[in-house]
Structures are given as structure tokens and as C-alpha cells.
């Protein structure tokens, strides 16, 4: 029932509507005109306002032929990463792709297609279904910034599906929580070949620091990463100040708090211990850090109902899958926060933010048949 020639075609037509973080509006404009041809009632929340965008996240209620059960929410992510401007798709054996100077921007255009045409096929046959709560959101790929502004007053789905990972034969339950840590460290500048004596480099209190830190895989469920480093003025002069970007990430938020914490301790150790006295005064190197948990942890249960419903329609469909831990956050990270219990499932997405990103429409057609056994299933089973 689920027609993979109009779910292309309609992907298609959405990958090119340029729709980069905080510019999501030609696309979701479409989006709301589609939803209100089936009959949904549609609205945009402020989420736009907190983050400096030109649309907020575009909600949809389509009602539901069965009043008495409870609603069914679906998610993806509206916006895409760059080089994502001016995409131009194609398709050759069953395979989407760019052409090879920008990103597809399947992610998560797939996911948002998918629930189009799972809300049009529960539509046009007239299947039983209940209320439909769609968030289409804003800013996933800068920080998750639609999904953490949603309002969780506006559902009321008890679960639902998030469509923003790779393969449909994975359906994704926990993804870790993550910190990241502006830091600045101050030495003390001074001319290194006439009195290098009379400066601290900031630059040997990181190595100093880095030396000491458990940095890369932790543990089978903890990672941390010093991703970005700037500093110092010029060749001749002892580096007054180093800018680091550094991020850890874990399944398990005690975890995450006790890797962050070593970090910021070997940054102000590594600093209180530089000091020097110049003209009887004595000077010092200090570190400032600012530390952002940028979302929560989400541990969806394998006995969680949304879980069984999955696993029960993809055997309904003779679909293989398997559960899955994720390295990364995503929307449903939030979303299960506020108290949707969401599950991730694949849309065929591959190679992911590199201009080789493609997308398999058998897998893409397959991904939509689970969601819609599943909101069958959630149902009949009311
Ligand atoms: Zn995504």
C-alpha cells in the first residue's frame, strides 16, 4: 500500500528546497500545505523564536477514525547540513544520490517523505487509525535545537518513532548523553628570544593537561575528544592564550559527569601549577571553562511497548532487526526527556554529511511499510 514511486518523487521535490539550520521555512511552508490537503490541523511552536530561525517546529495533528486510543507521534528533522544548497538529485538502480558537489540531504528528508506518505496511504484506504502527532522540527543538526524547545504540552502521544538513522534493519534505543567545554587558558606573553623567562605559554599548560587526560574510547559506553585547538599571536611570542573545544559523551550520565570532571581538573591543574614572580610580583596562568550538557541520555527499554510494536511489525513483515546502540545524540534524546517515548528507526541513509550520502529506496520504501504495520498494530491492539 505504501508506493515507492510517489515517496521518491516526493523527496525529490523536497531535497531541492534549500533548507539549512534556522532556514527551514520554504520547506516546512510545503509541508504544512500537504498536511492540511489530508486534513491535519497544523501550527508552528516558538522554537524558531529561541534560536534566531525563520520558521519554528511545524506541528501536525491529522484526527484519527478511532477517537478512544491514544495518539501515535512520528519526528523528523526538517533541516540539512552544507554543503546542502542548490542539491540536485538522482536516481539510478534504486539508489538516490547528489551529484557529488553537495550532501543529498536524505538526512532526514527521507524521514520527513516517509511520514508524508504513511499519513497519505492511512488516508486514502481509509485504514483505522488514531490521532497522528507529527513534529517536523528545526536545527537537528546544530545541537538538537527544535526537539529541546518543543513544547510537550502540545502532545499527547504516550510513544511514538523518531525516522533519523541509517538502516531500517536497526532500531536504534539508546543514545548517550553528551558535554562539551569551551575552554580558555592564560598564560602570560612575553618576546621568546629576548625574555622568554618572563612569559607562561599557555600552550605547554594544555600539553601539560592533555598529558594527564583519558581522552578517546573510556570504556565500552563513555568517548571524549579534544576537537578544536587555537592559539597563540605570533612565532616570537611565548602563547598568551589557548582556545580549546573539547566534548565527552556517554550511555551513562554518572559517566558522563565523572569524565567531564576529570577533564576540567586536569585543565586548572595544569594551570595553578605555572606561576612565576617578575618584578616581585607574582603572576599566574589560570583556565576558564564553561562547561554545556547539550542534551540528555536516551535508554528507551527493549520491553517498552513502542519497542515490542516495532519488532512486531517488522516480523509481521518478515523484516530482520535488531537493536541498536547509537554513538550519537538525536531528536528523540529530547523527545524521550519530555516524555514521548520514542524509538529511532533507519530510513536507508548512508554516508551520512559527506557528499557521497545516499539513499536506498528499497530500504526507504521498507522503513515506511514498519511505521505504518506499527500504527496498525498500535491500533488494533487499543
Ligand atoms: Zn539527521
Known amino acids: 500500500m505504501i508506493q515507492e514511486e ?52 511545524l506541528i501536525v495533528k491529522l484526527p484519527g477514525t478511532k477517537k478512544d486510543i491514544p495518539p501515535f507521534f512520528l519526528c523528523s528533522h526538517m533541516d540539512t547540513v552544507s554543503p546542502g544548497e542548490g542539491i540536485k538529485p538522482s536516481v539510478e538502480d534504486g539508489v538516490m544520490r547528489s551529484d557529488g558537489t553537495t550532501i543529498l540531504g536524505s538526512d532526514d528528508k527521507s524521514g520527513v517523505s516517509i511520514i508524508v506518505e504513511v499519513l497519505r496511504t492511512l488516508k486514502e484506504n481509509n485504514t483505522p487509525h488514531p490521532d497522528i502527532e507529527v ?27 523518531v525516522l533519523d538513522s541509517s538502516t531500517p534493519e536497526r532500531l536504534v534505543l539508546r543514545c548517550p548523553c553528551s558535554d562539551i567545554m569551551d575552554v580558555k587558558i592564560h598564560g602570560v606573553e612575553a618576546h621568546s628570544g629576548l625574555c622568554p623567562e618572563n612569559g607562561i605559554s599557555a600552550l605547554e599548560i594544555l600539553s601539560d593537561a592533555i598529558s594527564k587526560m583519558k581522552l578517546g574510547r573510556i570504556d565500552h559506553e563513555t568517548t571524549a575528544n ?5 592559539g597563540g599571536s605570533a612565532i616570537n611570542i611565548v602563547p598568551g592564550l589557548v582556545e580549546v573545544k573539547a566534548e565527552a559523551r556517554s550511555h551513562d550520565e554518572g559517566k558522563l559527569d565523572a569524565q567531564t570532571q576529570h577533564m576540567r581538573d586536569c585543565f586548572l591543574e595544569a594551570a595553578k601549577s605555572r606561576e612565576l614572580l617578575l618584578d616581585g610580583e607574582r603572576l599566574g596562568a589560570r583556565a576558564e571553562i564553561e ?30 532487526i535488531q537493536l541498536h546502540t547509537s554513538g550519537g545524540g538525536c531528536d528523540a534524546n529530547f523527545i524521550n526527556e519530555k516524555g514521548i517515548e520514542c524509538v529511532n528507526l533507519g530510513t536507508g541513509m548512508y554516508e551520512l554529511h559527506t557528499v557521497n550520502e545516499y539513499l536506498l529506496l528499497d530500504e526507504f520504501r521498507r522503513s515506511a511499510e514498519i511505521v505504518l504495520e506499527t500504527i496498525k498494530l498500535h491500533s488494533e491492539k487499543n
Open 291 to 320: 562547561i554545556e550538557r547539550v542534551y540528555p541520555v536516551m535508554n528507551v527499554s527493549p520491553q517498552a511497548t513502542v519497542t515490542k510494536l516495532v519488532l512486531e511489525a517488522s516480523s509481521n513483515l518478515d523484516h530482520d
Open 135 to 161: 513534529a517536523f522540527t528545526i536545527c537537528e543538526e546544530i545541537g538538537l535545537l527544535g526537539a529541546k524547545f518543543l513544547d510537550p504540552s502540545s502532545f499527547k502521544s504516550p510513544y511514538g518513532i
Open 6 to 57: 510517489r515517496m521518491t518523487r516526493h523527496l525529490m521535490d523536497i531535497i531541492q528546497i534549500d533548507s539549512p539550520s534556522r532556514k527551514e521555512k520554504d520547506v516546512a511552508l510545503k509541508l504544512e500545505e500537504e498536511m492540511k490537503d489530508l486534513g491535519a490541523h497544523c501550527f508552528y511552536d516558538n522554537a524558531g523564536d529561541k534560536v534566531g530561525g525563520n520558521i519554528g517546529n
Open 226 to 230: 579534544i576537537g578544536k585547538v587555537k
